[in-house]
């Protein structure tokens, strides 16, 4: 079966520290693969999207970057933390033939606060 | 462009039947997907419609009217564990795999 990891589960940050948060899905090949971010209370904004490796489409201008290394790695950077980057980083993968289902698969989260 | 409605909060007692609407304006809209997330938690699928008309399963059902723009979707027998968000999350067919979430719409159930 499909297993989705991500780490770490909480972090704080003081503003204008890197950020790194790592994701990989077991199980599978070839995944598509998303980075969310979802602030206090907010809905879920889509920041990238990866349909394979060094693929990486950014949906938003922001402090972030995202790097697919390995096929089921995905990987979200930042070189200078913002107070703004602070939200709950949900990473996300489907299967490679299933971009119309409309069903994704989440893992727990990462949640950052930057201080 | 786009843009999602949907009410912010619901509330409804055990036993009970809610409806959760979602209205978008999608360019090129394909599909809709409801997802419902736990306080902290991950967001897990529900349901998916690309056609209209009304999808079942067990007490979820979701309905789609693409003329209309317009979907929701139906929890009957409510229960206390039903109470957490729900999100539609349209997708457009250029950018097929992509969904764009709204802010949700956090459920109460009451004993």
């Known amino acids: 079966s499909q297993t989705i990891h991500q780490w770490p589960a909480t972090l704080v940050q003081p503003v204008g520290s890197p950020l790194s948060l790592e994701c990989t899905v077991e199980?599978?090949?070839?995944?598509?693969l998303y980075w969310y971010r979802q602030a206090a209370g907010r809905g879920l904004q889509l920041l990238f999207y990866?349909?394979?490796?060094?693929?990486i489409s950014s949906e938003v201008p922001q402090n972030l970057s995202a790097s697919r290394p390995q096929d089921r790695q995905f990987i979200l950077s930042s070189k200078k933390l913002l107070l703004s980057d602070s939200g709950f980083y949900l990473c996300?993968?489907?299967?490679?033939?299933?971009?119309?289902?409309?069903?994704?698969?989440f893992g727990e989260g990462s949640r950052l606060t930057v201080l | 462009g786009q843009s999602l409605e949907q009410p912010s909060e619901v509330t409804a007692v055990e036993g009970a039947i809610v409806q959760i609407n979602c209205t978008y304006q999608?360019?090129?809209?394909?599909?809709l997907s409801w997802y419902q997330q736990h306080d902290g938690g991950a967001p897990t699928f529900l349901s998916y419609?690309?056609?209209?008309g009304l999808e079942e399963t067990g007490r979820f059902s979701s309905f789609l009217s693409r003329s209309d723009s317009y979907g929701y979707l139906l929890l009957q027998e409510l229960q206390m564990k039903d109470s957490a968000s729900y999100f539609c999350?349209?997708?457009?067919?250029?950018?097929?795999?992509?969904?764009?979430f709204g802010r949700g719409t956090q459920l109460t159930v009451w004993p």
């Open positions: 996300a993968w489907s299967p490679e033939r299933a971009l119309n289902t409309g069903e994704l698969f």
């Open positions: 999350a349209p997708m457009r067919g250029s950018t097929l795999g992509r969904l764009y």
């Open positions: 419609n690309a056609l209209d």
């Open positions: 990866s349909v394979g490796i060094g693929q």
């Open positions: 199980g599978t090949s070839n995944p598509n």
């Open positions: 999608t360019s090129g809209f394909y599909g």
